[in-house]
């Protein structure tokens, strides 16, 4: 059974950085990619970033040069580095993986940018 388990959210301030991990309980390399979503209160959940099982990356807009996704195959952990945040990154991040057509989800980790 797949899971995946969300860390690394809490409240920042604009301007500051957060690492977000995704532990997954089975061999990451086993799953086509591998990404991060979010999704803010009354908005729908939108892609932020992806990473196939070859590292190649995909990023929105809105958080190239200031997000990076990374894999660590060994711990079977997704990284999500995210820097130079600001109040409309406030969201649930979910991590997420896709095998076969078939997404996982984890439970999601709250990410708050005020001041």
């Known amino acids: 059974q797949v899971q995946l388990v969300e860390s690394g959210g809490g409240l920042v301030q604009p301007g500051g950085s957060l690492r977000l991990s995704c532990a997954a309980s089975v061999m990451i390399v086993t799953f086509d990619a591998m990404a991060w979503y979010r999704q803010a209160p009354g908005k729908q959940r939108e892609l932020v970033a992806s990473?196939?099982?070859?590292?190649?990356?995909y990023y929105v807009d809105y958080v190239k040069g200031r997000f990076t996704i990374s894999r660590d195959n060994a711990k079977n952990t997704v990284y999500l580095q995210m820097n130079s945040l600001n109040p409309e990154d406030t969201a649930v991040y979910y991590c997420?993986?896709?095998?076969?057509?078939?997404?996982?989800w984890g439970q999601g980790t709250q990410v708050t940018v005020s001041s």
């Open positions: 990473i196939t099982s070859s590292a190649n990356t």
């Open positions: 997420n993986a896709e095998k076969y057509k078939i997404n996982y």
